[in-house]
């Protein structure tokens, strides 16, 4: 018995014979006047023809909430963290705007060129890290803990303040293209029981449907999204944790070198795609 | 007394986790010929009923993540990821349908994303509690094969 033709034969036929689901081919406009690029020309070096924002394999609901501001459940996170933008706390007495004013000028397109080189720790850094460093140098407070007390909403209100900005990694700063490159490496690493690697579910298998979720290209664009299923805003670090466990493995810290690796080059993946924050996922 | 019981109970223990393991082909001892594992893992033939119920259920082998079935039409969300299982039966051979549970490397080639339910050629970094373990049984492998030998 010849098993390797039968299996060749078989698999030919099955594999043409299987759907496709496309994702959708629309624009989206947030409140009918900014337009956001969810479709960009990839960066050079980069596996896939194009880069897409994971509101276009959303499904129509899910797309219509994230285009009205006013119907977005996320932006309640983004005006408790304009309130906290605005609260004293520290032994300083200051608050954020006591140094930085009005976000709506001083942050404007910042969120869009994060992660980026910090000369003083000689790794990257994220808006995350940012808002504790703020915390601790200049206001006299504490560090937030992960995903605890006003990381998630203030993460987003200074992110919104890019919404429609490209986002743009710049990896000719210090060692940035190191961090690129140890990220890519964990990109691909298959991990856990399951054995599956980022690229496994998001490069390989973007626009089908793995059970009832329709896998995107994994964006960070939209970050912290408000996911419907869990009702709250998730963080980047979060929904990587959430999407290294789901393969069966132990997961690394949010804010270790790995995940910051990893949310360098996924950052440089999306490159192009207007910033969504807060995006809406299912 | 007591003493006496517990050391029953554990020689006990011990006779038929023997009994088990001599019909069983542990994962590391599984033989691939030309595609196929020509053998039973447990010795015996699988139930074809349990199979149905491995395939469907999410903390087993939870393959309609991957695959439509029409068979499950009453179960929503079919995934895509891997193609249609209708008449699976009939373009493979049960040896090789036991391969490809077993560790669809061996069939298809190391880059695809179908993980392997009876080999210990796992990912890295994989959760402490399940180092050394596959994720179904040879029981259960071997259930799984009677089922997918009836998609016809």
Same mark, same amino acid.
């Given at each position: 018995?010849?098993?390797?033709?039968?299996?060749?034969?078989?698999?030919?036929?099955?594999?043409?014979?299987?759907?496709?689901?496309?994702?959708?081919?629309?624009?989206?406009?947030?409140?009918?006047? =900014?337009?956001?690029?969810?479709?960009?020309?990839?960066?050079?070096?980069?596996?896939?023809?194009?880069?897409?924002?994971?509101?276009?394999?959303?499904?129509?609901?899910?797309?219509?909430?994230?285009?009205?501001?006013?119907?977005?459940?996320? $932006?309640?996170?983004?005006?408790?963290?304009?309130? =906290?933008?605005?609260?004293?706390?520290?032994?300083?007495?200051?608050? +954020?705007?006591? +140094?930085?004013?009005?976000?709506?000028?001083?942050?404007?397109?910042?969120?869009?060129?994060?992660?980026?080189?910090?000369?003083?720790?000689?790794?990257?850094?994220?808006?995350?890290?940012?808002?504790?460093?703020?915390?601790?140098?200049? $206001?006299?407070?504490?560090?937030?803990?992960?995903?605890?007390?006003?990381?998630?909403?203030?993460?987003?209100?200074?992110?919104?303040?890019?919404?429609?900005?490209?986002?743009?990694?710049?990896?000719?700063?210090?060692?940035?293209?190191?961090?690129?490159?140890?990220?890519?490496?964990?990109?691909?690493?298959?991990?856990?029981? =399951?054995?599956?690697?980022?690229?496994? +579910?998001?490069?390989?298998?973007?626009?089908?449907?793995?059970?009832?979720?329709?896998?995107?290209?994994?964006?960070?664009?939209?970050?912290?999204?408000?996911?419907?299923?869990?009702?709250? =805003?998730?963080?980047?670090?979060?929904?990587f944790r959430g999407c290294i466990?789901?393969?069966?493995?132990?997961?690394?810290?949010?804010?270790?070198?790995?995940l910051m690796a990893l949310e360098?080059?996924?950052?440089?993946?999306?490159?192009?795609?207007?910033?969504?924050?807060?995006?809406?996922?299912? | 007394?007591?003493?006496?019981?517990?050391?029953?109970?554990?020689?006990?223990?011990?006779?038929?986790?023997?009994?088990?393991?001599?019909?069983?082909?542990?994962?590391?001892?599984?033989? %691939?010929?030309?595609?196929?594992?020509?053998?039973?893992?447990?010795?015996?033939?699988?139930?074809?009923?349990?199979?149905?119920?491995?395939?469907?259920?999410?903390?087993?082998?939870?393959?309609?993540?991957?695959?439509?079935?029409?068979?499950?039409?009453?179960?929503?969300?079919?995934?895509?990821?891997?193609?249609?299982?209708?008449?699976?039966?009939?373009?493979?051979?049960?040896?090789?349908?036991?391969?490809?549970?077993?560790?669809?490397?061996? %069939?298809?080639?190391?880059?695809?994303?179908?993980?392997?339910?009876?080999?210990?050629?796992?990912?890295?970094?994989?959760?402490?509690?399940?180092?050394?373990?596959?994720?179904?049984?040879?029981?259960? %492998?071997?259930?799984?094969?009677?089922?997918?030998?009836?998609?016809?």
């Open positions: 018995m010849n098993y390797s033709r039968i299996a060749l034969i078989a698999l030919g036929a099955t594999l043409t014979a299987s759907l496709i689901a496309a994702p959708v081919d629309e624009k989206l406009v947030i409140d009918g006047e =900014l337009e956001m690029t969810t479709v960009a020309p990839s960066p050079e070096g980069h596996p896939l023809p194009e880069v897409r924002s994971g509101w276009h394999y959303r499904t129509e609901t899910t797309r219509a909430l994230e285009a009205d501001s006013f119907e977005n459940p996320g $932006m309640l996170g983004v005006e408790q963290g304009e309130e =906290l933008w605005n609260t004293v706390e520290g032994t300083a007495g200051k608050s +954020c705007a006591s +140094c930085h004013q009005d976000a709506a000028e001083t942050m404007a397109g910042l969120g869009a060129v994060y992660p980026k080189w910090h000369e003083a720790s000689g790794k990257p850094i994220n808006i995350e890290l940012q808002i504790n460093a703020c915390r601790v140098n200049n $206001m006299g407070a504490e560090a937030y803990k992960f995903d605890k007390g006003g990381q998630k909403p203030l993460t987003a209100y200074i992110k919104h303040q890019s919404l429609g900005e490209p986002v743009k990694v710049s990896l000719e700063e210090g060692d940035m293209q190191a961090w690129w490159e140890r990220g890519k490496e964990l990109y691909y690493k298959r991990t856990g029981q =399951l054995n599956l690697s980022c690229a496994s +579910c998001h490069e390989k298998n973007n626009g089908k449907y793995i059970r009832a979720d329709h896998l995107s290209q994994g964006n960070v664009n939209g970050f912290p999204t408000y996911r419907l299923k869990q009702g709250n =805003l998730i963080s980047l670090h979060n929904r466990r789901d393969t069966r493995a132990e997961y690394p810290a949010a804010f270790s070198d790995d360098v080059y996924t950052t440089w993946r999306g490159q192009g795609l207007s910033v969504e924050t807060p995006a809406v996922r299912q | 007394m007591m003493r006496k019981i517990v050391s029953t109970a554990i020689v006990a223990l011990g006779m038929t986790g023997l009994v088990v393991a001599a019909d069983v082909t542990a994962p590391e001892d599984v033989k %691939v010929e030309n595609l196929a594992i020509s053998a039973s893992l447990t010795g015996a033939p699988g139930n074809a009923e349990e199979g149905k119920n491995v395939f469907s259920n999410r903390k087993l082998g939870n393959c309609l993540a991957c695959h439509a079935n029409s068979d499950m039409a009453d179960q929503l969300f079919h995934g895509e990821v891997g193609p249609s299982l209708d008449g699976a039966g009939t373009r493979w051979q049960p040896e090789v349908l036991r391969t490809i549970v077993v560790n669809a490397k061996e %069939v298809f080639s190391d880059e695809t994303v179908m993980p392997g339910f009876y080999s210990l050629d796992v990912g890295e970094d994989v959760r402490k509690d399940l180092i050394g373990k596959t994720i179904l049984t040879a029981q259960q %492998v071997e259930d799984l094969v009677a089922y997918l030998s009836t998609l016809k």
